[in-house]
Structure formats: C-alpha cells, structure tokens
C-alpha cells in the first residue's frame, strides 16, 4: 500500500521569507502523480501544484516550487515571498497512474504566517 | 462553472440516526470521488465513480455506508444508523476524464452526538 508522510505537524516563517514543507512517499509503483493541497481555515482545499513522476523537472507556479527527487521518494514544496493568505493545512497526495484511484494523503503541515 | 457544491454543510445528528450527503460535481466531469477527513488527519479515500458506475470502494466502508450517482451527476453518501465515530467532515472531489488532478467541494461536517 501507498504511504505518504509529513513530517512537519506545523510550520512556522515571516512573511515574505521563503519555507520548504517536506513530503516523503513510499511506491513500489514508477508510474504516478504526486500534488501538494492546500486547505485554509473553513475553506475548500484546493490545487496548488502537480508534478508527474516520468517528468525530471521539478514543476513550478509562480512563488510555488517543488524538488522532486524520485530515488529518495522525496518531494518538498517550497513557497517564496511568503504572504499571509499563505497561511493554511498543505497536505501531499499521491495517486497511481494510469487508473482513477483515489488520493492518498499525508497528515498535513499547518503553516502560520507571521507578519 | 460553479465548482464542486455539496449539502448539507453541516449536519448534526443523533446515534442510530441514517443521514445523507449530497455533492453536485462540476459539469462534465465523469468522475467523482467521496473522502472522509478527521480531525488532524488528511482526507481519506472512500469511493469512486466514473459516470454512474461505482468503480472502488476502500476498506473504510463498512455496511452502514452506501454511495450512489445515478444518471452519472450527482451523487449521494448514506450513512445508516450513524456511529460516534462517524464524526467527520465529508469531502466530495471530481475530476474530467484524462486529467488527474481533483477539484474538492467545501465538504459535509457531521456532528453524532
């Protein structure tokens, strides 16, 4: 069975200063998808980035960035230019290629955004 | 284009009690998929539908639930004789044919008190 750990129950970084969240996951599959979410206080969660396991550029969206190390099964997000409305749950999801699978999830790192 | 909506938002109800969820997924995705989040704890998968076909059902659950989407829209999440420990919020999630990515509702919180 698919694992995803976060080791960061909680996270804390200045406003505009940059934060890495870590992400490790545990296949024995070569095909899937890793995403980090995002899920504010009362919110929906909602997308904040997608990488493709085939693909060895790490993806990028704006101030949001990911080093994907595949060997390691590692894969951290980092922000830039924190902002307050930054501040929320980031979860990591993993799901398998190729099918419809559900989302496997990590615990969660909540981010505080100090001023 | 409104987004995945889902209803109730909150629903508080008392042991032994059967409830139903609702969730409307954005139009044209085929597929859907209903999570369980505590609290603390990421969402967890419970059941996916491509159209109108239950395609997977995780270990999670048990006899007192049953999902369906008839007519491959919306879909409905039954829980029977609700437990204490069926406290959560609901997440509903669909997505478009070739795309991996889903796309959440706000989800269901249910109290059982």
């Known amino acids: 069975a698919q694992t995803v750990t976060q080791s960061q129950p909680e996270m804390s970084v200045q406003e505009a200063e940059t934060v890495t969240l870590s992400c490790t996951y545990d296949?024995?599959?070569?095909?899937?998808?890793l995403f980090w979410y995002k899920q504010p206080p009362s919110r929906q969660m909602i997308l904040v980035i997608r990488?493709?396991?085939?693909?060895?550029q790490n993806a990028t969206e704006n101030r949001f960035s990911v080093n994907f190390q595949k060997a390691a099964k590692s894969f951290s997000l980092k922000i830039s230019d924190s902002q307050l409305g930054d501040a929320a749950m980031y979860f990591c999801a993993y799901r398998i290629g190729g099918g419809a699978d559900g989302l496997t999830f990590g615990k969660g790192t909540h981010l505080i955004i100090q001023p | 284009d409104t987004g995945v909506s889902q209803n109730p938002r909150h629903k508080i109800t008392k042991r032994g009690q059967n409830v139903t969820f609702r969730c409307d997924p954005i139009?044209?995705?085929?597929?859907l998929y209903w999570y369980r989040q505590t609290l603390g704890q990421g969402p967890e998968f419970l059941t996916y539908?491509?159209?109108?076909?239950?395609?997977?059902k995780s270990r999670l659950l048990s006899d007192r639930f049953s999902a369906e989407r008839p007519k491959g829209s919306f879909s409905t999440l039954e829980i029977q004789r609700t437990e204490q420990g069926d406290s959560a919020m609901y997440l509903c999630?669909?997505?478009?044919?070739?795309?991996?990515?889903?796309?959440f509702g706000p989800g269901t919180r249910l109290t059982v008190t």
């Open positions: 296949t024995s599959e070569s095909d899937y998808y």
């Open positions: 999630a669909s997505s478009p044919r070739g795309i991996y990515e889903q796309y």
């Open positions: 139009s044209e995705h085929n597929r």
């Open positions: 990488q493709e396991a085939y693909k060895q």
């Open positions: 539908f491509q159209n109108e076909a239950q395609l997977e």
